[in-house]
């Protein structure tokens, strides 16, 4: 089945850096790729999502590349601010069962210092 | 998202007693999911539903079973629960080809 790796698992930097996150994804046949943040004792949100026909989509100071040959996928963060502090989850959309659930990495654990 | 809520928020319950939690949407979605999430693991799927009294397994199945008799109520039933079921549920709803929206989730602590 779909495996999604996701690192670093924790990720530590300056108020005003950039943040970079990055996921590999196992099954070439998956071609939707959500990110999520997750608050302390929070659901996770939905923040960006990325299509396998597309290479780079942003959103303000988030945006998110696709390498489909490569299969892996990242999340950037410029001029972070405290507020960004949170878990970040990748997902890919897996079609080997009946339908096409999202397979999630295990988390990253941004901490944006002031 | 007020479109989808979980029952309960919080429960402590003592091994080998039966558990149900309850998800409720509102926005008519057809698919829905349970997943636990564990410090290390992320986020598992344990059962989905692609529609009424249509279910299946996720990676994290065993212990656990689920009934949707409507499209709006997706129950998780641990029918003997286990320490090893102490976990944070979430509920989740989605389109096809879309992201999901999560409940609030449920603390279940199993003493």
């Known amino acids: 089945g779909e495996n999604v790796e996701q690192h670093p698992s924790t990720l530590s930097v300056q108020e005003g850096d950039s943040a970079v996150i990055k996921c590999t994804y196992s099954d070439s046949a998956s071609n939707y790729f959500p990110w999520y943040k997750q608050e302390l004792g929070k659901r996770p949100q939905l923040i960006i999502d990325i299509r396998s026909n597309v290479g780079e989509k942003k959103d303000q100071r988030i945006a998110v590349t696709l390498n489909k040959t490569a299969k892996h996928f990242s999340l950037h963060i410029t001029e972070t601010q405290p507020e960004d502090s949170a878990v970040y989850f990748c997902a890919a959309r897996y079609y080997g069962g009946s339908q096409g659930n999202l397979i999630f990495g295990k988390g990253t654990k941004l901490s944006v210092k002031p | 998202d007020a479109g989808i809520t979980q029952s309960p928020r919080h429960k402590v319950t003592e091994t080998g007693t039966p558990v149900t939690l309850r998800c409720h949407q509102t926005?008519?979605?057809?698919?829905m999911y349970w997943y636990r999430q564990d410090p290390g693991h992320g986020l598992r799927l344990i059962h989905y539903?692609?529609?009424?009294?249509?279910?299946d397994k996720g990676e994290v199945s065993d212990g656990y079973s689920v009934s949707r008799s409507k499209t709006e109520d997706f129950l998780l039933t641990l029918e003997s629960a286990t320490s090893s079921q102490t976990s944070v549920y979430f509920c989740?709803?989605?389109?096809?080809?879309?992201?999901?929206?999560f409940g609030s989730g449920t603390r279940l602590t199993v003493v």
């Open positions: 539903s692609y529609g009424v009294k249509d279910t």
């Open positions: 926005e008519n979605h057809r698919y």
């Open positions: 989740a709803t989605g389109q096809e080809h879309y992201g999901y929206t």
